[in-house]
């Protein structure tokens, strides 16, 4: 079944929708996040363990908003050491930090933030013009500039420009990791960091092949179906602004290693629509093909070969 599928979708190559000036739009959006001062916040966090530092962190994104989450770390350490970067899921906030700790026994630190307006600690309150719904996507959606996703791409930016700023980190060996939602915001930053990226883990990931996802309704993006319902005289404008946040048009700027996984029964971020990115990635890069699993993905096992792919490349790259 995994071969089968393989063979149906190793050619899905829809046609890319990016625009005339899309290099410009995330060329401009990275150079007025550069403008905006990192203001990084350590504060330690009370953590009944002698191995582990845990720290409260924050830090200014686009729009001056404030981010907040995790970073956590191993107390036993030498030298710098690598970061995980791990993306949310859609409305899951960073929740404990032990969540987190199966890349930190393996002795590299995790950054972890809130996604801005998704129950956690971090707030987004630049305001947006009328019409929107109350579902995230439809926030801001007939303007680019200022659309809710570019929000969300521009702090997955953030979080590596926050990561290499962090003392006790070694900057050769970022990684990025997430999971849905998390996994596209990993295939966004692996996309706009280009070669800052050691390596990326994208499990089941969104916001690729976003006609058809809206289309067919699937996940998320059903929000922007009821947007439409309400506002047909809205879709042309509509659709020219889902343009930027494709990953499928942002696929070819990636220059790390990406290992990603989908699900043969996933309704939410269907298989089919991670293959426009998929196949569009230049660099090295490995799928793993969950045949009989949901939106759930791989789990435990994928973490597990994911926890295995990442020693045994950080411990390559050492003894080089």
């Excluded at 791989?298 to 950080?314: A, S």
Aim: aromatic share 12%; proline share 5%; glycine share 6%.
């Amino acid at each position: 079944m995994i071969e089968e599928l393989q063979d149906q979708l190793k050619n899905y190559t829809p046609e890319l929708t990016k625009l005339v000036d899309f290099d410009l739009f995330w060329e401009q959006t990275k150079q007025e996040l550069k403008g905006i001062p990192l203001n990084i916040r350590c504060d330690l966090s009370a953590y009944p363990s002698s191995e582990i530092e845990v720290y409260n962190i924050s830090c200014q994104s686009l729009f001056n908003e404030t981010l907040r989450g995790w970073y956590i770390l191993p107390k036993q350490r030498k030298q710098k050491i690598p970061c995980v970067i791990e993306y949310r899921g859609f409305m899951s906030r960073v929740g404990q930090p032990m969540q987190y700790l199966n890349w930190v026994t393996m002795g590299y630190a995790v950054l972890v933030l809130d996604i801005r307006g998704q129950g956690g600690q971090t707030s987004d309150t630049h305001p947006y013009p009328a019409p929107y719904l109350p579902h995230l996507l439809t926030h801001g959606l007939l303007d680019q500039t200022i659309y809710y996703q570019r929000r969300l791409f521009a702090d997955a930016l953030r979080a590596v420009d926050v990561a290499e700023a962090l003392p006790d980190i070694d900057n050769r060996y970022i990684v990025l990791s997430g999971i849905s939602q998390g996994g596209a915001l990993a295939m966004a930053a692996a996309s706009l960091a280009g070669e800052r990226i050691f390596m990326t883990f994208a499990d089941v990931p969104s916001s690729s092949d976003v006609f058809q996802r809206i289309k067919e309704e699937k996940g998320s993006f059903s929000g922007i179906a009821d947007y439409l319902r309400l506002y047909p005289d809205d879709l042309e404008q509509v659709m020219n602004v889902q343009t930027y946040f494709d990953t499928m048009n942002m696929a070819e700027w990636i220059k790390c290693p990406v290992v990603a996984s989908v699900a043969g029964k996933d309704q939410v971020c269907p298989a089919k629509n991670y293959f426009a990115t998929y196949n569009r990635i230049k660099s090295q890069k490995e799928l793993f093909i969950y045949p009989y699993n949901g939106h759930e993905g791989g789990g435990e096992t994928h973490i597990l070969k994911k926890m295995h792919i990442l020693f045994e490349r950080i411990s390559y790259h050492v003894k080089k």
